[in-house]
């Protein structure tokens, strides 16, 4: 998208930058459990309702579950978290427990998706 506004004439020399960088960069790595439970439910689900009741309910509880101690067993919380955490340990928490839900679910989301192939195929 930068270089599509570059070549219309748009500066975008205060786009690039690390900050920026590192921002989008955060912000793809917490919210990779997200991305990986309304994938597995895309696939566990024939229909986009699910999915989309899922999404739509858990980004509504943010407010509520960001703000409690209880945040760190609510993934959608995590890229709050990493950008708006009190200090540096509760951004290097989230961060952290973002990757290894994410490892452990795409382990149990891929271990489900290849057996339930398997049954299709047989």
């Not at 986009?48 to 943010?62: D, E, N, Q, R, Y």
Request: aromatic fraction near 14%.
């Amino acid at each position: 998208s930068l270089f599509i506004f570059s070549v219309l004439g748009y500066s975008v020399d205060q786009f690039i930058s690390l900050k920026t960088l590192l921002t989008l960069m955060t912000v793809s790595l917490a919210a990779l459990p997200i991305l990986i439970i309304q994938h597995w439910l895309s696939w566990r689900f024939s229909s986009i309702v699910v999915p989309l009741a899922v999404g739509v309910i858990s980004t509504m509880a943010i407010t509520q579950f960001g703000q409690s101690q209880y945040w760190v067993y609510y993934p959608w919380s995590y890229v709050m978290m990493a950008l708006h955490g009190k200090d540096d340990a509760m951004k290097n928490q989230a961060m952290s427990l973002a990757l290894i839900v994410s490892f452990t679910l795409l382990l149990i989301s891929t271990w489900w998706l290849g057996r339930k192939n398997a049954r299709c195929l047989s």
